[in-house]
């Protein structure tokens, strides 16, 4: 190529490669949720935008336009620490309850007392955009109203129940399971008014347990003009939500609901040495179990892990088995054909071709990345969205449920060996993975290219449906505009009010 024509496609790639000025916050302390919201914001750092992150999880290997602003030690974080006890036989409420306290009400209150919020809230630091993994608060989004920059949201479940209306998602409760329940999409008559009763009690829920004790603190720490924070949630540009059809299920949805799940899943490592040797077996392969970051399988009832055990020592397979041995009852002795590690790398294992069966709690990223592999999986479902996650796989026939109390030596065998020996699970599993990786563009080349988007448009408020702006009080309606100079408007029964809610 010429000189000048090398000059001109290299400002022809700046001019669409504007860098922007990225402020992610991810209040919440579970490491799962984290690795979702690290890759993709990694990823804009490469493309070159500049991203300041606030987290509870600072990189330990410095990464160029990568800035971690570490709030480390504010909060217990959700890693390695949830006993059974803790979480077995919640009913929705206190599933909802536990939701707003440890993902609500306790990350708004430690996060905008820090330090590290103080320090933004007198930063001269000018940002375009701001990206916030939501899930039990809206706190953070008065950053958004604070730097004057549009918001996008990432959700690492599938969607939320109290996202729905701030977007004017169809979020019909004849078809469309509440994650807090374990139906599936064809519902009986009773299903569908139990699932409503669920969808209201959510979201009833989420504001007097989370959002109206939020948004005090927010007013405290912001000052009394920032708006409710139902209003700037409403004014939100993008949702990135942590589901696709093909596992999920077929729904409407509006322009701003972008589907990314996978969005974690990253083909280009590889294994260590130690786990290329312990993946190396002369048995008939590998079985592996993990129930991801935050369960403690070392915290099982001694029968279940009996169960367990015999299970697996009449099995010819490998188990790989993260858990910490000398956390078990010291009267069990584990077979020698179980490998414990503290720490193991999912995806590489799971795609690894010697693994034959995932047994797992059910949590959307280890399944994912076991559905991208084509592993069949026994789904041990324990709390939250996890009976929700397995009972799809089940209907897909890619999985068997084991629920945690009928685990016993009997059933635990006669499921394992069915997900082994039965060709149907593999087979269909094949077909769920190839639906799930067969897409115009990556989860993360497609959340990259919405994020870009909102940037470029400077909030591309068209995106949104002006379902979003119904209310139920007569005197409010809710703006899409996000911008200095733009205004949102209120109206009433018989006229309309602009208001600017920046000089409010």
């Known amino acids: 190529m010429k000189p000048l024509g090398a000059i001109i496609l290299l400002l022809v ?19 799962s949720h984290y690795i979702i919201i690290e890759r993709l914001l990694k990823t804009l750092a490469a493309r070159g935008h500049e991203v300041d992150t606030v987290s509870h999880f600072p990189t330990k290997h410095p990464t160029p336009r990568y800035n971690d602003i570490s709030v480390r030690g504010l909060l217990p974080l959700m890693q390695n620490n949830l006993t059974l006890d803790k979480v077995q036989e919640m009913s929705i409420l206190e599933c909802l309850q536990l939701v707003a306290k440890i993902a609500g009400v306790e990350p708004c209150k430690a996060v905008l007392n820090s330090k590290v919020a103080q320090y933004l809230k007198n930063t001269t630091k000018k940002y375009d955009l701001l990206i916030t993994h939501y899930f039990g608060t809206n706190c953070m989004l008065g950053f958004g109203h604070l730097f004057s920059v549009p918001t996008v ?14 977007i004017g998602l169809p979020d019909n409760p004849a078809y469309i399971p509440n994650i807090f329940t374990s139906f599936l999409p064809k519902m009986s008559i009773g299903e569908r008014v139990w699932n409503t009763v669920a969808y209201v009690l959510s979201i ?66 590889t294994l260590t040495k130690h786990f290329e040797r312990s993946l190396n077996t002369d048995e008939e392969g590998i079985i592996y179990l993990s129930f991801g970051s935050m369960v403690m399988t070392e915290s099982f009832n001694k029968e279940v892990l009996r169960a367990f055990f015999n299970t697996f020592k009449n099995l010819p397979y490998k188990v790989l088995w993260k858990a910490s041995p000398e956390k078990f009852p010291s009267d069990l002795q584990p077979p020698s054909n179980i490998q414990f590690e503290s720490w193991m790398p999912q995806m590489e294992i799971l795609c690894h071709p010697n693994v034959k069966l995932f047994v797992s709690h059910g949590g959307m990223l280890g399944t994912s990345e076991a559905i991208y592999c084509g592993v069949p999986i026994l789904g041990i479902p324990i709390f939250g969205d ?45 077909k769920v993975s190839e639906l799930f990786k067969d897409r115009p563009a990556s989860a993360l080349e497609t959340a990259i290219y919405w994020i870009e988007y909102v940037i470029k448009y400077q909030g591309a408020p068209h995106l949104r449906s002006i379902a979003a702006d119904l209310s139920w009080s007569l005197g409010r309606y809710h703006s899409a505009k996000v911008g200095p100079e733009e205004k949102s408007l209120r109206i009433t029964y018989n006229f309309w009010e602009p208001i600017d809610y920046r000089s409010s």
Not at 13 to 31: E, M, R, V, W
Request: hydrophobic share 40%; with cysteine.
């Open 13 to 31: 790639t700046i001019d669409k490669c504007h860098s922007a000025n990225i402020l992610a916050i991810s209040p919440f302390g579970g490491k």
């Open 153 to 166: 949201a990432v959700i690492t479940s599938p969607s939320l129940p109290w996202i729905s209306p701030a």
């Open 386 to 430: 996890q009976v929700f996650n397995i009972r799809r796989y089940v209907e897909k026939e890619i999985a068997i449920e084991m629920p945690y109390k009928e685990i016993n030596e009997e059933k635990l065998t006669a499921a394992i060996k069915s997900l082994l020996y039965n060709p149907k699970y593999k087979f269909n599993m094949k």
């Open 204 to 269: 009833i829920s989420f504001e007097l347990f989370s959002n109206k004790q939020c948004n005090t603190i927010a007013k405290q720490f912001f000052g009394p003009q920032l708006p409710d924070l139902d209003d700037l949630l409403n004014n939100i540009s993008l949702v990135l939500v942590n589901s696709h059809f093909s596992i999920n299920q077929a729904r409407p949805a509006v322009p701003n609901f972008v589907e990314v799940a996978g969005l974690h899943i990253d083909e280009n490592t």
